[in-house]
């Protein structure tokens, strides 16, 4: 069959829901310039029960999609490719059955949501997703490609108690966001200005005691953007400015702070963190707990939410650690960079190695 024949110019299909916001459609678009280097690229669209029928498409993926004239193709009841990269898996979670067949010689499934969250209760029904997946393909191999360390311990973890661990490789290393942008110097005196954002949801905010904590009444500036559900729900505070999603843009946001404190839920964790990406590449100093830091490395000053205090406290007094602070940070997104990518994204198309079996 076509899909196993092996070419200089690698057919390559993406299938994805083309209606996540935030961090999946992102990385998808910042991908698909990448890939589109290596070979012929059609991107497959999905209509999920999770979005309902709605064919709308995220405008950061649609503007990618536009600018280097990659056909969308919606719910094709067949996909042919050497190589397809199906994304967020977890689309899925509402339906039996994916209702498209998938030939190819290598399946990989990049799996931006975490399949456990901490306490390892599970993040969605990964058996389900996963399943439909697994019944619709011929491959030669399926590979699931975690996104962070945290991410990845989630799938091993999950892999090691289900009964579908025969059917799935891991990749050997991290499908990591492409997070490469102008850098900003950072400020020449940093001041008592705190602030965090994300989009809207509980889940995405510690508990109101640690907020307290992080954003105290003697900070000079408390800025949280995405307070949506703080709003609607009156958790308010007079030193608090609370913003709700996309009242400013991130750009302002940044403007207003010098400190990124970013603690969430304790029974959820980011699976990768492009906020945090964000935060450092607008020459901000982050704080956030480890497993959010250990995607970042060094980049990020992990800690709990009592210790915060007294690291802003010290870095306001000793201001070249704050600015030695910064320029390591910044340092180490390069990781993350479209060139790193480039090479990862090489290593899996020429070899038929890179995964964990």
Not at 103 to 128: C, K
Not at 159 to 178: E, G, H, K, Q
Not at 195 to 206: A, L, Q
Not at 223 to 250: C, Q, T
């Amino acid at each position: 069959m076509s899909a196993f024949r092996r070419s200089n110019s690698p057919k390559i299909a993406y299938v994805i829901e083309p209606r996540f916001s935030g961090g999946t459609s992102a990385a998808v678009a910042a991908e698909l310039p990448v890939a589109a280097e290596f070979g012929q690229v059609v991107v497959h669209a999905i209509t999920s029960r999770t979005f309902g029928e709605n064919q709308h498409v995220s405008p950061v993926l649609r503007k990618v999609l536009d600018d280097l004239q990659i056909p969308l193709v919606w719910d094709a009841p067949f996909i042919s490719a050497d190589f397809v990269f199906l994304h967020n898996p977890s689309f899925l979670k509402f339906q039996d059955t994916l209702g498209t067949k998938i030939i190819a010689r290598y399946l990989f499934v990049i799996t931006h949501e975490n399949f456990l969250r901490p306490g390892g209760e599970e993040g969605f029904d990964v058996s389900t997703c996963l399943s439909q997946i697994e019944v619709s393909t011929i491959s030669l191999r399926k590979t699931l490609a975690p996104i962070s360390p945290y991410n990845r311990k989630a799938v091993v973890n999950w892999l090691t108690t289900s009964r579908m661990a025969r059917y799935w490789d891991v990749l050997d290393c991290d499908w990591f966001n492409i997070c490469q942008t102008d850098l900003s110097t950072p400020c020449e005196t940093p001041q008592d200005r705190r602030g965090r954002h994300s989009r809207p949801g509980f889940e995405k905010f510690p508990a109101i005691a640690d907020l307290d904590a992080c954003f105290p009444k003697h900070s000079q500036c408390n800025v949280i953007l995405g307070a949506d559900a703080l709003l609607e729900a009156r958790v308010l505070r007079a030193h608090w400015n609370l913003l709700p999603f996309d009242a400013i843009s991130v750009e302002e946001f940044f403007g207003m702070i010098d400190f990124f404190v970013y603690f969430t839920a304790p029974t959820w964790q980011e699976s990768f963190g492009r906020v945090v990406a964000e935060a450092l590449a607008a020459g901000k100093v982050v704080l956030a707990n480890p497993d959010t830091g250990a995607t970042f490395g060094d980049a990020v000053l992990t800690c709990r939410p009592a210790d915060v205090d007294a690291i802003i406290s010290d870095l306001i007094d000793h201001p070249h650690r704050y600015h030695e602070q910064v320029s390591r940070a910044q340092s180490a997104l390069d990781r993350f960079s479209a060139g790193n990518f480039r090479a990862m994204l090489s290593s899996i198309l020429s070899a038929d190695s890179g995964v964990l079996t």
